[in-house]
């Protein structure tokens, strides 16, 4: 196999679409609003591309006892009363630097050949502890199209992500200026310990703000009411422990 190969399964005409990118990350945020996209647009979305790289881990997934190579996968979705999209989402994301700049580069030349001149990256910015109120931070490839976001409730913090981002999401935005493309990241706070359907939501709730589309978020509400009770437990487990913690007096003895 090639270092890169991208399959053409269909082909669809959109109407000035944007990409938007939901591969894993932090909380498995842009994995979580992508799979809800998919889930709640299937209707409407067709597989036109898969990619397929060395750069990807050495794996086959099995569904039914069924071999598929790793791959990323992008779906095209026609939206009534919004704009087209193309949505990329797969297990992985490449094992090295230039494995990174390959893909993004790959994604971003099927964006252009489907005419899409916007990307939307999806993701999660670690708060490190459990939070209740989920802010949407945003990064953008040029300072024009803060505002539009801002409106949207998405926060612009002052060298926030520290360090800044990493993999294709980040690539996104740089590779994408380069080429044209206008670019925005959406982080959604989360803990960064555990898998975050509220966060999903949140990100995916300012995307249909900007993009002019409506969810029903049944089942994502529901996966997050199945997190809750894990942090429940977890919290429950971190009480019981601190409360076996001997004390001073406990380690008194008379002798």
Known sequence: MDELEIDAVAEVDLTDPVLVEGLPGVGHVGTLAVEHLLEELEAESTLVRRIYSREFPPKVSIEDGVSELTCAEIYAVTV???????????????????????????FLDVAAEFGAS??????????GELIEEYAVVGAVSDESLCETHEDAGVEFREDEPAGGIVGVSGLLLGLGERRGFDAVCLMGETSG??????????????LETVLGFELDYETLDE??????????KIQEMEQQQQMDVPTDDDLRYIG
Do not use: C, F, I, W
Not at 193 to 206: G, T
Not at 223 to 232: H, L
């Open 193 to 206: 310990y555990l898998v975050d359907p509220k966060s999903a939501r949140a990100v995916l709730e300012v």
């Open 118 to 127: 916007d990307v939307y990256a999806l993701g999660g910015v670690p708060t």
């Open 223 to 232: 996966r997050a009411d199945e997190m809750e009770e894990v942090v429940g």
């Open 80 to 106: 009534p009363d919004g704009r087209d999209m193309l949505l990329l989402t797969g297990d992985h994301q490449a094992q090295t630097n230039e494995g990174h700049y390959v893909l993004t580069d790959a």
